[in-house]
């Protein structure tokens, strides 16, 4: 039963193996399923991206409850606007990424063209987000009726 160094790096075994290549009898070896991995991957990049869904609606709903006389209204509208248009389009890449077969080497050149967009797309997320924040958004005080 021979493992391969190159199978054993994979799974950062690397430094264990001997000089023949071989797996010692003291470690041991589970193989490394890539499809899997890549879905557990996506399936936790689309939860974070659900988060962050639902941390720009709430921003939106604040921005919406202070209303147009709030100095930075139509820019913090324009931009949670392109967050949340942007974090649906990720959304959407990442069920084509999961559907797809990582074992199949047809799809990898498709693969990694979906998964360079979907890393961009994050990029310009985050870069947005950023934006976002520095416009602050504050949660309108509530009015009390004056005496």
């Not at 879905?39 to 147009?68: C, H, R, W, Y």
């Not at 967009?117 to 009390?144: D, H, R, W, Y």
Request: glycine fraction near 6%; charge should be neutral.
């Amino acid at each position: 039963m021979g493992t391969h160094i190159a199978d054993m790096e994979l799974n950062g075994l690397g430094e264990t193996s001997n000089l023949s290549g071989e797996i010692p009898p003291n470690v041991r070896y589970r193989n490394l399923n890539i499809n899997h991995y890549a879905n557990k991957k996506s399936a936790a990049e689309s939860m974070l991206d659900v988060a962050l869904l639902m941390a720009n609606a709430s921003q939106m709903k604040a921005v919406i409850d202070q209303g147009p006389s709030f100095n930075f209204y139509i820019p913090l509208i324009v931009l949670i606007s392109i967050s949340l248009v942007l974090q649906v389009a990720v959304g959407i890449l990442l069920i084509f990424i999961v559907k797809y077969d990582l074992n199949n080497p047809a799809k990898h050149a498709k693969l990694d063209d979906l998964n360079n967009a979907a890393t961009g797309l994050v990029f310009v997320i985050v870069v947005v987000n950023v934006f976002i924040t520095a416009f602050g958004v504050q949660k309108p005080m509530a009015t009390s009726p004056s005496s």
